[in-house]
């Protein structure tokens, strides 16, 4: 009988274990040499708040051999970064380390010439592995940006489809996981992958939902916008979360592969004009590099923090694409913060994905400089790890699912547009904040009760309570008109 229980307990273990939320944490390993506050050692991890660690990156030459890149930061020689990096799984049991092959400076050519030779490509796969098993990772991420683009072939969709089923047969003899980070706009991911194959091969599916607005465009934008903006048309209503992920799933890609890739840093702007700084307007230089990631048209979230606790920046909350942007003197940046984030964390929650991915986490206020350690870290791991909401909504946001007293009710006639179809509850089309029921009246038509929420609160058509603006998708609302 006991043996019986155990078993049950340790299948019941699993299954938690393979319903629970992903939150998977890439690592940049040249963070070792930035300046100031921006040097982010391995030792500053929190690895508690991850489930899976990504060490970013080792490359491969054309001959298929593994490329160290920087060995000075990865060998027992120099920073040790290998082994100290899968020590963290001492300090958080169930943690998953990974190693990373490729990124974007490596390009593609030298992929798409390796995996388009069989041989070559058997090579490759046995490297990988042996690579992996010797430096004592649980797994492999592969990031090849991106088949057939950069200097690839055609060929490339079905060649990458080939290498991971190669790789899947190795790994799974070994006990090893493989993942993958993909591109997430339709116009780049559609030119890259036979998603139904390279979903079938892969444990997690690493979709970069992100730098879908940057300083290569003529007019700002945001680095990574949840749903498009009335404002955008043609294939600008593609460059979105919600259009990337619905893109990936109904091209056959398993919702509980999908992790939602999420950005640590915003995409910037120097505005033509500083008097025309709404989304749209005309910017055509990158942003000033900050003082750690040092790169034109970018900021990282901890040098942006950083920088508005020194000289304020003028910060709005865009309510179409549920995502903030700020603007000082001739500066601009559309990011992400711990309000957005955790809208996205609930997203993950509603669609039934498989987690959520940063990249990278030394760009988070790694050191608290700004208040608490990691706050965008944080904020996805009380919605997506804890099931606590930010803010709850016990404390302020109160339940009106039934008409309570918590909500106000108004005229009937105040929204005589408005007429009832179908029994329950509905968000009225003109006003987020009035939300009505439906009662069949037993004659086949409908009695309409009005409802409006408490100031400030909007009815969320998904929980069926009023629930604060920023965790409410209302489209029909003025652009712009949150401000901090």
């Given at each position: 009988?006991?043996a019986?229980?155990?078993?049950?307990?340790?299948?019941?273990?699993?299954?938690?274990?393979?319903?629970?939320?992903?939150?998977?944490?890439?690592?940049?390993?040249?963070?070792?040499?930035?300046?100031?506050?921006?040097?982010?050692?391995?030792?500053e991890?929190?690895?508690?708040?991850?489930?899976?660690?990504?060490?970013?990156?080792?490359?491969?030459?054309?001959?298929?051999?593994?490329?160290?890149?920087?060995?000075w930061?990865?060998?027992?020689?120099?920073?040790?970064?290998?082994?100290?990096?899968?020590?963290?799984?001492?300090?958080?049991?169930?943690?998953?380390?990974?190693?990373?092959?490729?990124?974007?400076?490596?390009?593609?050519?030298?992929?798409?010439?390796?995996?388009?030779?069989?041989a070559?490509?058997?090579?490759?796969?046995?490297?990988?592995?042996?690579?992996?098993?010797?430096?004592?990772?649980?797994?492999?991420?592969?990031?090849w940006?991106?088949?057939?683009?950069?200097?690839?072939?055609?060929?490339?969709?079905?060649?990458?489809v080939?290498l991971?089923?190669?790789?899947?047969?190795?790994?799974?003899?070994?006990?090893?996981?493989?993942?993958?980070?993909?591109?997430?706009?339709?116009?780049?991911?559609s030119?890259?992958?036979?998603?139904?194959?390279?979903?079938?091969?892969?444990?997690?599916?690493?979709?970069?939902?992100?730098?879908?607005?940057?300083?290569?465009?003529?007019?700002?934008?945001?680095?990574?916008?949840?749903?498009?903006?009335?404002?955008?048309?043609?294939?600008?209503?593609?460059?979105?979360?919600n259009?990337?992920?619905?893109?990936?799933?109904?091209?056959g890609?398993?919702?509980?592969?999908?992790?939602?890739?999420?950005?640590?840093y915003?995409?910037?702007?120097?505005?033509?004009?500083?008097?025309?700084?709404?989304?749209?307007?005309?910017?055509?230089?990158?942003?000033?590099?900050?003082?750690?990631?040092?790169?034109?048209?970018?900021l990282?979230?901890?040098?942006?923090?950083?920088?508005?606790?020194?000289?304020?920046?003028?910060?709005?909350?865009?309510?179409?694409?549920?995502?903030?942007?700020?603007?000082?003197?001739?500066?601009?940046?559309?990011?992400?913060?711990?309000?957005?984030?955790?809208?996205?964390?609930?997203?993950?929650?509603?669609?039934?994905?498989?987690g959520?991915?940063?990249?990278?986490?030394?760009?988070?206020?790694?050191?608290?400089?700004?208040?608490?350690?990691?706050?965008l870290?944080?904020?996805?791991?009380?919605?997506?790890?804890?099931?606590?909401?930010?803010?709850?909504?016990?404390?302020?946001?109160?339940?009106?699912?039934?008409?309570?007293?918590?909500?106000?009710?108004?005229?009937?006639?105040?929204?005589?547009?408005?007429?009832?179809?179908?029994a329950?509850?509905?968000?009225?089309?003109?006003?987020?904040?009035?939300?009505?029921?439906?009662?069949?009246?037993?004659?086949?038509?409908?009695?309409?009760?009005?409802?409006?929420?408490?100031?400030?609160?909007?009815?969320?058509?998904?929980?069926?309570?009023?629930?604060?603006?920023?965790?409410?998708?209302?489209?029909?609302d003025?652009?712009?008109?949150?401000?901090?």
């Amino acid at each position: 009988m006991r043996a019986i229980v155990c078993a049950l307990a340790a299948l019941l273990v699993c299954a938690n274990a393979a319903n629970e939320k992903k939150i998977v944490c890439y690592y940049s390993s040249w963070a070792v040499y930035r300046p100031g506050n921006g040097k982010a050692d391995i030792a500053e991890i929190d690895p508690t708040l991850c489930t899976h660690l990504i060490y970013t990156f080792i490359g491969i030459n054309e001959n298929a051999q593994i490329n160290l890149l920087d060995a000075w930061a990865h060998l027992p020689s120099g920073k040790n970064g290998f082994n100290l990096f899968n020590q963290l799984r001492q300090r958080s049991p169930g943690l998953k380390t990974l190693i990373a092959v490729g990124g974007w400076n490596e390009g593609s050519m030298k992929y798409s010439k390796v995996v388009g030779n069989p041989a070559l490509r058997k090579t490759l796969v046995n490297n990988l592995a042996n690579f992996v098993k010797e430096w004592n990772f649980d797994g492999l991420d592969f990031d090849w940006e991106y088949p057939n683009q950069r200097g690839g072939v055609p060929s490339d969709k079905k060649n990458y489809v080939m290498l991971l089923k190669e790789l899947r047969e190795r790994f799974d003899k070994e006990g090893l996981l493989l993942s993958a980070a993909v591109a997430g706009a339709k116009k780049s991911s559609s030119l890259s992958y036979i998603m139904p194959e390279v979903s079938q091969y892969l444990d997690i599916i690493n979709v970069m939902a992100y730098d879908l607005h940057g300083s290569w465009e003529a007019n700002t934008g945001i680095n990574s916008p949840l749903y498009p903006g009335s404002w955008e048309v043609g294939d600008d209503r593609q460059l979105n979360v919600n259009a990337c992920i619905n893109y990936w799933i109904s091209s056959g890609a398993p919702r509980e592969k999908i992790v939602l890739g999420i950005p640590a840093y915003g995409r910037t702007f120097t505005l033509d004009d500083s008097g025309n700084n709404k989304i749209g307007a005309p910017a055509r230089q990158g942003g000033n590099a900050g003082p750690y990631s040092q790169q034109t048209g970018h900021l990282n979230y901890n040098e942006f923090c950083e920088s508005n606790m020194k000289e304020k920046w003028k910060i709005h909350f865009n309510k179409e694409q549920r995502v903030p942007y700020a603007v000082k003197g001739n500066q601009w940046i559309g990011y992400d913060d711990d309000r957005s984030i955790t809208e996205k964390a609930e997203y993950v929650n509603k669609l039934g994905l498989g987690g959520a991915m940063i990249w990278s986490i030394e760009a988070d206020d790694f050191k608290g400089i700004c208040g608490d350690k990691y706050p965008l870290l944080r904020a996805l791991n009380k919605v997506l790890r804890k099931g606590v909401a930010l803010p709850s909504t016990t404390s302020k946001a109160s339940s009106s699912t039934s008409g309570s007293s918590t909500a106000t009710t108004v005229s009937s006639s105040t929204q005589n547009s408005v007429s009832c179809n179908d029994a329950g509850y509905e968000r009225d089309p003109f006003n987020c904040s009035v939300y009505y029921y439906c009662q069949p009246d037993g004659n086949g038509g409908f009695i309409r009760h009005n409802y409006k929420c408490p100031d400030n609160l909007y009815y969320d058509e998904d929980l069926r309570i009023c629930n604060w603006p920023y965790l409410v998708h209302c489209a029909i609302d003025n652009i712009d008109d949150f401000e901090n």
